[in-house]
């Protein structure tokens, strides 16, 4: 990934980092540690941890926390959405920077160091960096790796890059403050597809969206197909809400899974004319064939049990993008609202970053 850059100079920049949970118990104490334990000066940070209402011991855990740590500040969510707990605690910042953290990842220990150098060296309005996979037994770590991979992700780089580059959005995000009181904080009509929306308003004003795979960040995907099914069923469906605000989201890798699901029925139907049928089972036969080689390379070094799950687990992302995607679609034609548009504002102020 060529050589290390210098991340000495980061200044005197205070640094908010925002968190919104929801019933995240398993892992939001080792979340909490890895964002506590920075090698950024303490007293140049706050954390704020927005709670959507868990029903599990989430609070409970971030309540003990903060009574040992007065840089950790627990808020509450009614909104119960990612970006409505992102905005709450935003607003309730003082930071020159917004660092945004989730409740199932794990920051490097240099995470904030590296960030606010290269705000600061590149003049970006918000960089990001390399999400590591992980996974829990061997459906999980089949997972992680077709997350990994671009046969699986396709244009999401941030999972897979390994130079510095601007990209459309990056994972997580570490922003000048300034940014969002130039276009107003996430849009909370967007779920899950809040970064990505913002990302593309700071782009539209001129700002720089900036990766760097020296900024890491462990993410614990979902642990089975079912929830990964439903996972990206969302990202596809809240890709075409997104496009319909902006359309210049769409690129032409993100309807490849729509495609291979509108061909699915018309395959079918072939399959049943003897004349069609050996095209439609060549067609299945390709995808097979690509699943199992972009599979052979996602897992590289891991045990046959998580080797032989990464065809399928790409074929349900895939499908359940498609099928999203779609849903989306039938949601544009029948004109159902899905709202948009006019994302809370953050007062301005004087910056220092």
Same mark, same amino acid.
């Given at each position: 990934?060529?050589?290390?850059?210098?991340?000495?100079?980061?200044?005197?920049?205070?640094?908010?980092?925002?968190?919104?949970?929801?019933?995240?118990?398993?892992?939001?104490?080792?979340?909490?540690?890895?964002?506590?334990?920075?090698?950024?000066?303490?007293?140049?940070?706050?954390?704020?941890?927005?709670?959507?209402?868990?029903?599990?011991?989430?609070?409970?855990?971030?309540?003990?926390?903060?009574?040992?740590?007065?840089?950790?500040?627990?808020?509450?969510?009614?909104?119960?959405?990612?970006?409505?707990?992102?905005?709450?605690?935003?607003?309730?910042?003082?930071?020159?920077?917004?660092?945004?953290?989730?409740?199932?990842?794990?920051?490097?220990?240099?995470?904030?160091?590296?960030?606010?150098?290269?705000?600061?060296?590149?003049?970006?309005?918000?960089?990001?960096?390399?999400?590591?996979?992980?996974?829990?037994?061997?459906?999980?770590?089949?997972?992680?790796?077709?997350?990994?991979?671009?046969?699986?992700?396709?244009?999401?780089?941030?999972?897979?890059?390994?130079?510095?580059?601007?990209?459309?959005?990056?994972?997580?995000?570490?922003?000048?403050?300034?940014?969002?009181?130039?276009?107003?904080?996430?849009?909370?009509?967007?779920?899950?597809?809040?970064?990505?929306?913002?990302?593309?308003?700071?782009?539209?004003?001129?700002?720089?969206?900036?990766?760097?795979?020296?900024?890491?960040?462990?993410?614990?995907?979902?642990?089975?197909?079912?929830?990964?099914?439903?996972?990206?069923?969302?990202?596809?469906? !809240?890709?075409?809400? =997104?496009?319909?605000?902006? #359309?210049?989201?769409?690129? %032409?890798? /993100? +309807? @490849?899974?729509? $495609?291979?699901?509108?061909?699915?029925?018309?395959?079918?139907?072939?399959?049943?004319?003897?004349?069609?049928?050996?095209?439609?089972?060549?067609?299945?036969?390709?995808?097979?064939?690509?699943?199992?080689?972009?599979?052979?390379?996602?897992?590289?070094? !891991?045990?046959?049990? =998580?080797?032989?799950?990464? #065809?399928?687990?790409?074929? %349900?992302? /895939? +499908? @359940?993008?498609? $099928?999203?995607?779609?849903?989306?679609?039938?949601?544009?034609?029948?004109?159902?609202?899905?709202?948009?548009?006019?994302?809370?504002?953050?007062?301005?102020?004087?910056?220092?970053?």
């Amino acid at each position: 990934m060529g050589s290390t850059p210098d991340t000495k100079e980061t200044g005197s920049a205070f640094v908010s980092v925002v968190l919104p949970v929801l019933n995240e118990e398993r892992h939001i104490e080792a979340c909490l540690r890895s964002v506590l334990e920075q090698d950024y000066p303490p007293e140049r940070y706050e954390v704020i941890v927005a709670d959507g209402g868990s029903t599990d011991r989430t609070r409970e855990i971030v309540a003990a926390v903060a009574a040992r740590d007065p840089r950790v500040l627990l808020i509450d969510n009614p909104g119960r959405l990612q970006a409505a707990g992102l905005n709450r605690a935003i607003l309730a910042s003082r930071g020159d920077v917004i660092a945004r953290q989730d409740g199932h990842a794990e920051w490097a220990s240099d995470h904030l160091s590296r960030s606010v150098a290269l705000l600061l060296r590149s003049g970006a309005d918000n960089v990001g960096g390399r999400q590591e996979a992980v996974g829990d037994g061997a459906s999980g770590r089949a997972i992680a790796a077709a997350m990994s991979s671009p046969f699986g992700v396709g244009g999401a780089r941030f999972r897979y890059s390994d130079r510095e580059e601007e990209m459309r959005t990056v994972f997580l995000g570490t922003f000048r403050r300034s940014a969002f009181e130039r276009v107003g904080l996430f849009d909370e009509a967007y779920p899950p597809h809040e970064d990505y929306e913002l990302n593309e308003r700071i782009r539209s004003t001129g700002g720089r969206i900036l990766f760097s795979p020296w900024i890491r960040t462990r993410y614990h995907v979902r642990s089975g197909l079912r929830a990964l099914g439903r996972q990206y069923f969302r990202y596809g469906r !809240s890709k075409v809400r =997104v496009a319909r605000a902006r #359309p210049g989201v769409i690129r %032409v890798y /993100h +309807l @490849a899974p729509p $495609a291979l699901v509108a061909a699915l029925p018309l395959a079918s139907v072939m399959a049943g004319t003897g004349r069609c049928r050996r095209l439609a089972l060549a067609g299945a036969g390709a995808y097979a064939a690509a699943c199992l080689i972009a599979a052979g390379r996602a897992g590289r070094g !891991s045990t046959l049990d =998580v080797r032989v799950r990464i #065809p399928l687990t790409f074929a %349900v992302m /895939h +499908l @359940a993008w498609g $099928a999203g995607f779609w849903a989306g679609v039938v949601e544009a034609v029948r004109g159902i609202e899905t709202g948009g548009g006019s994302p809370p504002q953050l007062p301005g102020r004087s910056q220092t970053v």
